[in-house]
Structure formats: C-alpha cells, structure tokens
C-alpha cells in the first residue's frame, strides 16, 4: 500500500497580525507593513484562494530585511474588499489605493498567480511609481493552450469542493497551529467568491501589449507546475524586455509547500530589480 506524502508547511512564529486599512470610496482591507520605512518599497500581491500573508509569508522576513515589504488581502479574499462584483481591473487600481494611504510614491510589485495579473495591470497604468516587477507562477494568459485552459477549468470546479474537505494532517503538537493559522487563511474566501475569481482569471490576456513594459523584471517559474505550464511562465521572460528568470523545481504551491527551495529564488529574483534600478 503506498503511503501517503505528508504535506509540510514553514512555521507560523513570528507571522505578524494584519491590521485594518479603509481606502476612501473603495472599501476596506487588511495590510501587514514591515521593514525598514526609508528601505525600497515592495508589494506583494497573492494567488487566487489565497490572502495575503498565506502567499507570501515563508518569504516575509527575509524580504524585509532590505525592503518596506507590504501585503494586503485584495478583493473578494481573506479580509480583503467586498464589492458588487469581482474585476482584476479594480484590484489593480487597489493596489494603487494601498500605496497611497501607506504614503507609497514609488514601489515594486511582486505577484503570485492571481497576483501576477494584476500586476502586470498596475505595471502597464502606472509606469513611472513601479519600479520592478517580479511575476512568479503566473502567465499572460491563463487560456493560453488545452493544457492551461483545462486545468483552469478544473481548478474552478475543484478548489471550492477541497477548500471544504481539507484536514488538519497528523503532525506533533509543536505543529499544529502552524496547519490552523494556514486552514484558517484558506477557508477565509468563499467557495463562491474563489469560483468568480477564476472566472475573471479566465480572460484575462496581457500578450497585445505585455512588450510594452519598460521597468527591470524577473521571472519566477515553478518548473513542475501542473497548473500553468512552466513553458507559458518562462515566455514572461522573454516578452518583456531584459527580464531575468529565475526556475524552481516545484509545483504551483511552492510559495508555501516548496517554501525552501522558492524563497531563495524569489530574494535572487528581487535583488537582481534593485541591480538595475541603480
């Protein structure tokens, strides 16, 4: 009989509590804001069925050491804005609000999956405040290709349904409230809120004008990505001029299941922004 992999998950000590943030006319979020306040500014934007801190928080600390690092919950997740309907359009001009409540007049980007569309969006609006960009597991299009398009497909049909049955796994005491915190951050968006998400996912397309960008970039790929085919994210890389790319042997939850070998490929991925933005 074949024994079943146990899921491990980075420790939770340390993650800090997010903290309330009204935007004006938009509605209201969670931020966590660390780091040095005179550092280089970073926003990290995270995966669809994620919040914030779910993505990105194995990555947290080490990010912080150089840069005031931010993450929010955007719209329709976690604790994130809930409006009458669900665009990417709006979480990009989201992203635009946190920078100005924060005081934020020039800042990076780096997103997940989801994230990665919308900043991509918020690149394209806003080219003179994004001083970098860093797209990790992500793509230009979602629909590009049957392997892609069907395994978005499944993935709308199939994540609500696990986001119910999943359990906390057998682990030592000492671990189980890491497994709570993460159970926690991902029931926080509704089955229905995660299924029109992917929806909207479902069109985005940034190939007409993805050339366009001018700003330093880096490209983090998930080499065993079964989700978004590893060879659609390296084509960020060679799309936007000069971006670097930067490849894990991981699937597309390596931001946390991988979180050893991703995080070194996300600090190289940033640090080589700060390179050629000197």
């Known amino acids: ?6 899921i491990t998950v980075p420790p ?3 993650v800090p509590d997010p903290v309330p943030l009204d935007l004006p006319g938009r509605g209201r979020t969670v931020v966590t804001d660390v780091g040095p306040r005179d550092a280089p500014a970073l926003v990290l934007l995270h995966s669809v069925a994620c919040t914030g801190l779910l993505t990105w ?16 919950d955007q719209r329709w997740h976690g604790q994130g804005i809930r409006s009458p309907q669900f665009r990417l ?25 989801m994230g990665g569309l919308v900043a991509q969006l918020v690149a394209r609006a806003e080219p003179e405040r994004v001083t970098g960009l860093v797209l990790c597991s992500t793509a ?9 398009r069907t395994a978005l497909d499944v993935f709308g049909r199939v994540l609500p ?24 951050e991902f029931r926080s968006t509704t089955p229905w809120e995660i299924a029109v998400a992917v929806d909207e996912i479902g069109r985005f397309d940034s190939t007409p004008w993805l050339r366009t960008l001018r700003l330093p970039a880096a490209v983090v790929v998930t080499a065993r990505d079964r989700f978004i085919a590893p060879d659609h994210q390296r084509s960020l890389a ?5 971006a670097a790319a930067y490849e894990v042997a991981a699937g597309h939850a390596a ?13 190289a991925a940033v640090h080589s922004l700060r390179g050629r933005n000197s």
């Open 238 to 242: 060679r799309c936007i001029p000069g």
């Open 140 to 148: 230009s299009s979602f629909r590009r290709g049957l392997r892609q």
């Open 57 to 72: 928080y194995p990555a947290l600390a080490k990010l912080a050491r150089d840069h005031r690092v931010v993450v929010f």
């Open 89 to 113: 359009a709006d979480c990009a001009e989201d992203v635009v609000a946190v920078a100005d409540a924060l005081g934020l007049a020039r800042f990076a980007l780096a997103g997940y999956s």
């Open 161 to 184: 349904r696990l986001r119910a049955r999943v359990r906390l796994p057998v682990a030592p005491a000492r671990r189980v409230e890491d497994y709570r915190w993460g159970l926690r």
């Open 12 to 14: 939770t000590a340390g």
């Open 255 to 267: 931001c946390v299941l991988a979180a050893d070998r991703w995080v070194p490929a996300l600090l």
């Open 1 to 6: 009989m074949a024994r079943r992999r146990l």
